[in-house]
């Protein structure tokens, strides 16, 4: 699988902030995906992106991925406690099997 | 979304005993699991890649012999930690993909073991 470093591993905010988690990887990627995992809970899927350069939309979330495809990122503009969770990117290069990166733990204060 | 279901959800074992996990694809057929685990407060480590009807593929590190894996048709895959101690103890999650290696995956909701 890919390896790829994520930062920050832990970040807690107040409500409102915003919140930024970064994906990097030494090697060119052909697709990422991001998952949130709530505290007790089991991964779950938020994003695919492919293509150079591209930035997609969910509500609050915007996800980017890298011109060069080998960094990546997903930014939360007005953190509420409901995004509270870890964050994770899973980087995948070729048909390499999917693998994840160390998570973001966002922890979001009232 | 598809779903995936793990079973039993937490299971508590005395040491040297054998525990199997399930997981099933509840709305699709998965020719392709995959099996996670997960200590507390990091990430997903793929243990193996579970094939149906054929064997699978363990990532390196992982003992095979230890943690068994069947794949015996498309809708359910068994996962035996065999002779389990106390480090065995850990969140172990299955995931599989309506459309392939490449789509997203989808997660059963995982099984914590306990090893006393």
């Known amino acids: 699988g890919q390896q790829v470093m994520q930062i920050p591993q832990y970040q807690h905010v107040q409500e409102g902030e915003d919140f930024t988690t970064y994906c990097n990887s030494s090697?060119?990627?052909?697709?990422i995906q991001w998952y949130k995992q709530r505290p007790g809970g089991h991964p779950v899927f938020l994003i695919q992106?492919?293509?150079?350069?591209e930035v997609k939309k969910q509500k609050r979330l915007t996800f980017q991925f890298g011109e060069a495809k080998k960094n990546s990122s997903l930014h939360i503009t007005a953190t509420q406690t409901t995004d509270v969770g870890t964050y994770f990117c899973?980087?995948?290069?070729?048909?390499?099997?999917?693998?994840f990166g160390k998570g973001t733990m966002l922890l979001v204060s009232p | 979304g598809a779903v995936v279901s793990q079973h039993p959800s937490w299971v508590i074992c005395k040491s040297g005993t054998s525990v199997k996990i399930e997981c099933r694809s509840l709305?699709?057929?998965?020719?392709?699991m995959f099996w996670y685990r997960q200590f507390p407060k990091q990430s997903l480590m793929l243990m193996a890649t579970?094939?149906?009807?054929?064997?699978?593929?363990?990532e390196q590190g992982v003992e095979k012999d230890k943690f068994l894996i069947n794949h015996a048709s498309l809708t359910l895959s068994t996962l035996t930690v065999t002779s389990a101690h106390p480090e065995d103890s850990s969140f172990y999650i299955c995931?599989?993909?309506?459309?392939?290696?490449?789509?997203?995956?989808?997660f059963g909701e995982g099984s914590r073991l306990t090893v006393l």
């Open positions: 709305d699709f057929q998965a020719t392709t």
């Open positions: 992106l492919v293509k150079s350069g």
């Open positions: 899973a980087p995948r290069g070729g048909y390499s099997t999917l693998t």
């Open positions: 090697t060119t990627l052909s697709n």
């Open positions: 995931s599989a993909s309506p459309t392939g290696v490449a789509g997203e995956l989808f």
């Open positions: 579970s094939n149906e009807g054929s064997k699978a593929t363990y």
